[in-house]
């Protein structure tokens, strides 16, 4: 007992939450079956606080992008199985007059038979040990390079450094069959074995953040002065179109969840000029998540058109890929709920809920009373 007083009778003169005895108490069914149903509700709305407390959203925010001066790289998995890997260019051209020609540093092309199955990788354009005959009187072999400009070493000891040679002094590579190296190689031999084969080119091309295009074409493109030209030459396969699957298409590093509107792409080409396009609008994305780290990245709509027979508007047969940059930026944050929110909600559900069935178990009990009491007195029939 505490004495009176006291400081501690003071504090139990402050008590809100005064105690019934247990022999004043009275225990119902009603009661018992609300003390379940009010325990069930707890709960389970405590557990689905407890699910949105731990479950992470993702905010989004759309901002005008103020970025200036971005790279980008384009991920491209493309297969193509009517048009062999010897074949195929990669190029791409942008609003800030930029034009990049044989992009193959960081893309490989795997070489397919008619049924699809691989072959190996593709080695044109990659640097090679050429197999240098002796030369004259003892001397080292050193080969011409017909005109074009000359490597470091002076030399042009393989059918590649020939070909470079051309493409610096801005020539078109028509006569292979006229340059020593390449009838020694077998330039044009080894190319013709490739007709019927098909191709997947795989990698990412780095690529200025402006309105441009990125083609894949048959030929190859020369620099003359300061123009690029785009030429096919006689020797190289006839039979081939630009029928395609698009495994992979995305602008920039890829996150969960993201979702690219032309992977799965599949087109037949009905005619051997078929030119097919991708129109893409590109939006800038960033993600923070809640550790701190922060992803930037792109998402993209898309539309695509296709050309039949071109010959007749002069148009080059390909695979292009137009790509036009938004003004605008969305930005998705990581949020998640406080620990003071959830135990917040989580008080006011226990006290609402048991809050709510005293006033119901009242009303019931005190209903019940007065039933009985006239039941008792005669006046309830």
């Not at 080969?143 to 801005?170: F, I, L, M």
């Not at 922060?294 to 890929?321: C, H, I, M, W």
Request: charge should be neutral; proline fraction near 3%; include cysteine.
């Amino acid at each position: 007992m505490v004495r009176p007083g006291s400081l501690a009778a003071r504090f139990q003169s402050l008590d809100a939450y005064a105690k019934t005895l247990d022999d004043f108490s009275v225990k119902t069914l009603s009661g018992g079956i609300l003390t379940i149903v009010a325990s069930i509700a707890i709960a389970l709305l405590v557990g689905h606080e407890f699910l949105a407390y731990r479950r992470v959203d993702m905010v989004a925010e759309l901002v005008v992008d103020g970025e200036r001066m971005e790279k980008m790289h384009i991920n491209l998995d493309v297969t193509f199985p009517r048009a062999p890997c010897m074949l195929l260019g990669l190029d791409v051209m942008d609003s800030s007059g930029e034009q990049q020609v044989n992009l193959f540093q960081h893309v490989a092309k795997t070489r397919l038979s008619k049924d699809g199955s691989v072959i190996g990788l593709d080695q044109a354009g990659k640097p090679t040990v050429a197999v240098v005959p002796a030369g004259k009187d003892g001397k080292p072999y050193c080969g011409s390079c017909y005109g074009g400009v000359a490597p470091e070493g002076g030399c042009c000891n393989s059918c590649d450094d020939v070909h470079q040679a051309y493409k610096r002094r801005g020539w078109a590579f028509t006569d292979p069959d006229s340059i020593e190296q390449c009838v020694r190689e077998g330039y044009v031999k080894h190319m013709q074995e490739q007709a019927g084969e098909g191709c997947r080119m795989h990698g990412f091309i780095e690529v200025n953040k402006v309105t441009g295009n990125a083609q894949i074409l048959a030929g190859e493109s020369i620099k003359h002065g300061s123009e690029y030209m785009h030429t096919y030459y006689d020797y190289m396969p006839h039979d081939y179109d630009f029928s395609h699957t698009i495994h992979r298409l995305s602008f920039g590093d890829e996150f969960s969840a993201q979702t690219n509107p032309l992977d799965g792409v599949s087109k037949k080409a009905h005619s051997v000029r078929a030119q097919f396009q991708y129109f893409t609008k590109i939006v800038g994305s960033e993600i923070r998540y809640l550790n701190g780290t922060v992803l930037r990245s792109n998402q993209y709509s898309a539309t695509e058109f296709v050309k039949g027979d071109v010959t007749a508007s002069r148009r080059t047969p390909g695979f292009f890929v137009m790509f036009d940059i938004s003004p605008m930026r969305v930005i998705y944050t990581e949020h998640k709920r406080s620990l003071p929110s959830f135990l917040t909600s989580v008080c006011a559900i226990v006290g609402g809920i048991f809050t709510v069935a005293r006033l119901v178990d009242s009303f019931v009990f005190r209903t019940e009373r007065a039933l009985q009491h006239k039941r008792e007195s005669g006046k309830l029939a």
